[in-house]
């Protein structure tokens, strides 16, 4: 639980997190190598860097494993995998984002078919297979996003006289959101409030929100459109939607788009958990950050991100995975035993289970998993709500996205748009162009 006060908001950051420790020799999870193999983690996500710490000092505890756990800065994995696969003691066990990122790792992995981890997966959809079939990823959680809302502020908007809605539910469009919202800001000093949503930052801590998963809902209704999964030259068919949507998250803010540069992910998680803002794009991940706050469990929701494409109105939440765990195939045989040990205690053991699913939040596709082990999480129960309710769950498309330099590029053109120093137009060339290019260049023989 994270406890935000407008004083220290902006003193946090998810910085880079490392972790060794002895402990006790003991059996280990899979196979009888306890002890004679160590394990070295690079994590992704910086929002459980604390936990994976603590989960790996329990192993070691546990089974006399040592366990390394290193969390990189967010936006900077790629580049710092990179730099510790060059080292000699480089990573045991890593991550790739879907099969753009194995194209790029592939070469590293290690076969998991005769693993208990790719086992326990309930479906072969959570994992990613090499030109032979063999399993070089697994998926380990599967996550939803959309436009977090505050109930309780929502509704006091809906208590005005001259509200454009009565109630949420009535939100089943961009139109509509766009109405909502610009009237919130309209009135944000008679609700209290800063603007109708959080700082939509563009450091590297926030700026994966807009240039990656915002971008995600332009590249699904095309490949929707077209009846594809990937591509080698994306259209930008729905670029207009995509800016129609920034544009109200810029404009309708708890801040100038000027000040954008500056404002980071923990600027706008605590606007949010401060009741500054109603609405704030992200996702179930981002419950431990908010919570505990000024904002009850029972008040959070979540909206899907409509942009304005046709039928939208039966659209759901983004729902997928960009967290494939891979192992380094060129690591000692004692230590790839020993991260396969480790791995397996993670999602079978009641130690293992209670972090992923109580601290980390984590919805798992593992089989080892049970109803009773699923997160109290209210953003969960709102993704699960839409499901039932018929709606179609947004893919994640952004795991074909070209390489982090197109990411990049869209940021910058994003960022200088905001600012009044550049043109929609960059951002354009930098989506179509830039994916061309991108591709070109990481599909090179």
Not at 130 to 155: H, Q, R, S
Request: with cysteine.
């Amino acid at each position: 639980m994270k406890k935000f006060n407008k004083a220290t908001a902006m003193a946090l950051s998810a910085a880079m997190v490392a972790s060794m420790a002895g402990g006790i020799v003991a059996q280990a999870a899979e196979g009888d190598a306890a002890g004679t193999g160590k394990v070295y983690y690079l994590n992704f996500k910086p929002e459980q860097a604390d936990q994976w710490v603590e989960l790996g000092k329990k192993y070691t505890e546990e089974t006399g494993v040592q366990v390394d756990i290193v969390t990189a800065a967010s936006g900077t994995y790629e580049s710092t995998l990179k730099s510790e696969m060059a080292k000699t003691d480089a990573p045991t066990l890593f991550q790739v984002n879907g099969p753009v990122g194995l194209a790029s790792w592939k070469d590293y992995c290690y076969d998991l078919k005769d693993s208990e981890l790719y086992k326990a997966l309930k479906s072969d959809d959570f994992a990613l297979k090499g030109e032979n079939d063999e399993i070089l990823g697994v998926a380990y959680v599967i996550e939803t996003y959309g436009i977090l809302y505050n109930k309780a502020l929502l509704n006091d908007y809906c208590a005005l006289d001259g509200a454009v809605i009565k109630s949420a539910d009535e939100i089943t469009s961009f139109d509509t959101l766009k109405a909502v919202a610009e009237d919130i800001q309209a009135h944000k000093d008679d609700l209290g409030i800063e603007g109708a949503f959080t700082s939509a930052g563009m450091d590297s801590s926030s700026d994966w929100r807009f240039k990656t998963h915002l971008a995600n809902l332009p590249i699904y209704y095309e490949y929707k459109a077209d009846g594809i999964e990937s591509t080698d030259a994306i259209k930008g068919t729905y670029l207009d939607n995509y800016k129609q949507i920034y544009d109200l998250y810029i404009n309708n803010s708890t801040c100038e788009p000027s000040l954008l540069s500056s404002k980071t992910g923990e600027d706008s998680a605590s606007e949010f958990a401060l009741g500054e803002a109603v609405f704030y794009q992200n996702g179930t991940w981002a419950y431990n950050d908010v919570t505990g706050n000024d904002v009850a469990d029972e008040d959070m929701g979540m909206l899907p991100i409509y942009i304005g494409a046709e039928g939208e109105e039966n659209q759901g939440l983004c729902t997928g995975s960009e967290n494939y765990w891979c192992v380094n195939k060129n690591a000692s045989e004692e230590d790839i035993q020993a991260t396969l040990d480790f791995v397996y205690w993670v999602i079978s053991s009641d130690t293992g289970k209670e972090s992923f699913s109580k601290e980390m939040q984590f919805v798992t596709p593992f089989s080892t998993f049970t109803d009773a082990d699923l997160p109290e999480n209210p953003l969960l129960k709102a993704a699960n709500e839409y499901i039932a309710a018929g709606k179609t769950p947004v893919a994640w498309c952004f795991t074909t996205m070209p390489s982090e330099e197109w990411k990049n590029g869209v940021g910058n053109a994003l960022l200088e748009y905001a600012q009044g120093t550049g043109e929609w137009d960059a951002v354009k060339t930098a989506f179509v162009d830039g994916w061309a290019s991108e591709y070109q260049a990481t599909h090179a023989e």
